[in-house]
């Protein structure tokens, strides 16, 4: 063959191969119907407020090796309660010596909230609201609301008196491990709701939640915040007072995706980042028909996701008052979970296969 044929082959090939790559991201089938909206530019992580440091590269290996996306996180009696990613709900020695199967759920316990009357509550990605008594008896709770079944129950947080709970259903539409195409379509879809211990009902609080995740009671259990992960945000809902069942914004435009979120009981809350926001996102929010062919593309190429450690400390009036990031090699990412015990922040990721913590002075130490 001449080189003018094989270059000719070369080219036919190539045009062809364009073609197809076209028409995949063009028609390839996808249920994702993406919404259009306005982000707001996102926040520097070069300088201000959220400037990069590495105050978590100091973070120290806690409780059992070796265990598949230890999500949400109790410490009880210096012993970490998790749930992982097959299932179970494990109980772990801070040296990691010992751990214990408390139950498996047969779905993905993503959230964890121990009732005054001992049971440990469980929002659970797949099976919705559990609970597991003293005799180890998994018992299911709720799984729907106004007749809509739950989608993806995230995390679950109960008041002092345990009255109610209070839970995410993340997406009503997307279940369980896809978040991506809940995140990109923007659709809407999630919501918090209240669990009521003493009739069994559960009740809706707020609906039109951009991926509802992360939910944690505020002081004398006036309000609950819950994290929108897919608008880069934090909602409050009060609860009592002359605000009592309006809600509003309480940290706005934040530079990454919440994920959790915890309060220490006292004067502020802790927001785990799944990572930072993406600039293609972001820049494509306003025009579904190309965020439907990135929908598409994700399909066969990694997701744009950067690697960086990151968690806020907020107080009571929504304002940053601890920036914990660390971007180098090996760093603990993403983080999903963060929580307050004593002189420790604790940390867990529904990506890696143990826990960490910090001391919590470093963490609340100026960051730059």
Known sequence: MSRVSRGVSVSGFLIVLLVLVGLFLLLAPTQVQPVAWKPQPA????????????????????????????????????????????????????????LTVLTDTGGRPLGLARHPDGRLIIADGIKGLLALDSLGQL??????????????????????????????????????????????????????????FQTGKTELLLDRLEFA?????????????????????????????????????FVDNLPGLPDNLSFNGHERFWVALYAPRNALLDSTAEYPFVRKMIVRALKVLPKPVERRALALGVDLDGKIIANLQDASSGNYAPITTVREYGPWLYFGSLKSSHMVRLPLAKALQPSH
Request: hydrophobic fraction near 35%; aromatic fraction near 10%.
């Open 43 to 98: 926040p520097s992580l070069q300088s201000g407020v959220f400037a990069e440091n590495r105050i978590l590269k100091g973070v120290e290996h806690i409780g059992a090796a070796n265990i598949n996306g230890p999500e949400a996180l109790l410490l009880e009696d210096d012993f970490l309660i998790t749930g992982l990613h097959d299932g179970r709900v494990i109980r772990t020695s801070l040296d990691g010596k010992t």
């Open 139 to 196: 018992i299911p709770l709720s799984t729907e609301a106004g007749g809509v079944r739950f989608g993806f129950t995230d995390d679950v947080t109960i008041d002092k008196t345990g009255h109610y709970a209070y839970f995410s259903d993340a997406s009503s539409r997307w279940g369980y491990g896809h978040d991506g195409e809940a995140i990109i379509e923007h659709g809407g879809d999630g919501r918090l709701l209240r669990y009521d």
């Open 213 to 249: 995740n992360g939910v944690a009671l505020g002081p004398d259990d006036a309000f609950v915040l819950v994290n929108e992960t897919g608008a880069y945000r934090i909602t409050r809902y009060w609860l009592s007072g002359p605000k009592a069942g309006s809600h509003e914004v």
